[in-house]
């Protein structure tokens, strides 16, 4: 069992990490945004990160000024409905009739929208995950969170699994039921993203909602087009990588929070903290952005040692274990 300085550390060099502080109220629409992590919670973050479990992708790509610009994102997305449309209430549509029938009843459904608008009348949002990953689960834990985040909207979404990466399209009217327009922060995007994290991994799905800089990557996100034109053979130039000396303040210091994790785990008195420690050190020397800042620092060498001399006890606990057991048959 790990004792309480323990747990404190964890907690405290685990929420700089993960960019947790204390928010005081809800997001736009009065749900809680990510607060501060507990240590077990820290753990498991920390396990899923070091094993490189897939990262989700929830991003809001735009949205229509006017009816005639959300009719359009509509019927680009469903393929001009030959792909199944799902609303609020799960009724499901397909055939290029679905368009205008959608388009009625979004136009006349709360304040009318008109065709051109000065405003964004609808937000288009896209939940994404790596290839190989089972697309009707995507399909399945972007439902979940949609439901729950986009309650009272009306809402129409689309699968897209003929592409690299499995994916769901949502257009969300920006008027909910009760008047209130969408309005989403910083804290809610993170907090769609760990959503739909939380909605896979119930699947059986590994995967996680971290910051690039965490993950000691620095590059730039694709938009939508670019991934579309990769997986189709298209995409005639790519986007150069964010400059090393943009990011390098914030990964020395994402590295700092690193160190000293391993280091509080590593002195941990329960066996299992000790096991992630070593995760956390081959993670940090297998990132290359970490391993070369690692080794400009005094305590690179250190850390080596360390991590051999956990392999060789951990060897000998092998070894001593087989004498017990007698020779394998």
């Given at each position: ?11 405290e ?32 973050e ?28 509509m ?13 609020q209430?799960?009724?499901r ?8 029938q ?15 608008s ?119 130039r ?67 040692n360390r991590?051999?001399?956990?392999l ?16 394998e048959?």
């Open positions: 069992m790990a004792n309480a300085e323990t747990d404190r550390l964890v907690e060099w685990g929420n700089r990490l993960l960019g947790r502080r204390r928010h005081p109220g809800g997001g736009w629409d009065g749900l809680p945004v990510p607060g501060r992590l507990s240590p077990s919670a820290v753990r498991r920390v396990r899923t990160i070091v094993r490189r479990a897939p990262q989700v992708m929830v991003k809001v790509s735009g949205g229509g000024r006017g009816m005639g610009a959300i009719k359009a994102h019927a680009y997305i469903s393929k001009r409905g030959a792909l199944e449309i799902e609303d209430e799960g009724n549509f397909k055939g290029p009739e679905t368009i205008d959608l388009a009625r009843e979004w136009r006349h459904a709360g304040t009318h929208i008109p065709e051109k000065d405003r964004r009348e609808a937000l288009n949002v896209v939940l994404s995950m790596p290839r190989g990953t089972e697309a009707m689960v995507v399909r399945a834990a972007a439902r979940e969170v949609v439901r729950r985040e986009f309650k009272g909207h009306r809402f129409a979404m689309v699968l897209h699994e003929h592409q690299e990466n499995p994916h769901v399209h949502v257009v969300v009217r920006a008027e909910r039921d009760d008047g209130r327009r969408l309005n989403p922060r910083k804290a809610d995007l993170y907090r769609w993203r760990e959503r739909f994290a939380t909605a896979l991994r119930a699947y059986g799905i590994e995967a996680c909602a971290t910051r690039q800089i965490v993950r000691g990557e620095a590059r730039r996100a694709d938009q939508l087009w670019q991934r579309v034109a990769r997986s189709e053979g298209r995409l005639r790519e986007r150069p990588a964010v400059s090393s000396g943009d990011v390098a303040p914030v990964r020395s210091q994402a590295l700092e929070h690193w160190r000293r994790l391993e280091h509080a785990l590593s002195k941990s008195p329960d066996p299992e903290d000790r096991e992630l420690a070593r995760g956390v050190r081959s993670f940090m020397l297998e990132t290359p952005a970490f391993a070369r800042e690692i080794r400009r620092t005094p305590g690179y060498q250190q850390l080596l991590q051999q001399r956990e060789e006890l951990g060897h000998r606990d092998e070894d001593r274990g087989r004498e017990i057991r007698g020779p048959r």
